[in-house]
């Protein structure tokens, strides 16, 4: 695979740039023109002769309609060079990471080793990855512009985006397909390690969790059946259903939550436990219904997956 596939940026800028020459000259002939011929054709003393005045002119004519259409022939060419550039996936992908949109989050499965994870997408630094979008119920779109171009995650489609990222850190995108009421708080957070700190991140999560031998957390480990949440969350690493609500496996060791709009605190949890629609508004987790006893179980329980 050649490298240039993962300089999208850099096609983007460079396309970018052409159109903006391009634009610029046309603006500035078209500005010049427009001034000059309203002060040529200006009105006049009735005494003073009025310039010539000119009706057709074939020749000038054919030869802007031509320059019009070299340049629109160019850039489709430029445009289409451009496209390819950064769109040169095999034919036969073999995508590393999986990324599914949900109403309102995203869900990140790690082909290597089946690992499930929700809305906190790491990556290993300096590695040419592939990955695969496709959405559960609307059209999304992924767009982290520190690190590539959008791509659409599309109902019953796989898209591809191969991306390279080179430095370590934190890098923040969000949807930009509009995809319903929560649309604009469907932030992503991806988070580049080096490839060693990536293999204990993945290691880490795949670990079995522990059980704490404490009356609370078993008490929220019962509960979490009990009160049906597994019907719409996974809770082992590796489990791709339900994926009605993101994977819990992990939740302990993220950061933020709800598609990365609050930090991931006990109040905030307890917050959402009491009413999710409160803390999102349409989210798709309905209230339930939860006493303040049972709310303190399930935070510690989850808390504590990590
Ligand atoms: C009908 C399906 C459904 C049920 C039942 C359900 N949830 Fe959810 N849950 C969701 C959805 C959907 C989201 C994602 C909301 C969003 O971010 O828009 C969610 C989000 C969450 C989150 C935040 C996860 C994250 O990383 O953002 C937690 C924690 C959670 N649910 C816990 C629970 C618990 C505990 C129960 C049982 C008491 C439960 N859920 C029952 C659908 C459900
Ligand atoms: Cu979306």
Known sequence: MEDIQFNQLGTIKELFIYFLIAASII???VAFFTAYYSWKYRKRKDDEQEPEQIHDNKKLEFSLIAVALSLVTLFFVLTINGMNKIQDIPEDPHPDILITGHQWWWEAEYSE???????EIHVPTGKELIIQFNSDDVIHSWWVPAIGRKMDL?????????V???????????CSEFCGAQHGWMRIRLIAHSPEDFER???????PKQRLDEELFKKGEQLFSSKACTSCHAISPTASIPAVGPNLANFGSRKYFLSNIKLNTEINLKAWLRDPGKVKSSAKMPDMLLDED???ALTHYLENLK
């Open 27 to 29: 603006l500035g002939l």
């Open 113 to 119: 080793d089946g690992l499930i994870t929700a809305n």
């Open 154 to 162: 599309v109902p019953g489609v796989d898209n591809y985006l191969s």
């Open 164 to 174: 390279k990222v080179e430095k370590e850190g934190i890098y923040w995108g969000s």
């Open 201 to 207: 991140w993945k290691r880490r999560q795949l670990e």
């Open 294 to 296: 049972q709310i303190a």
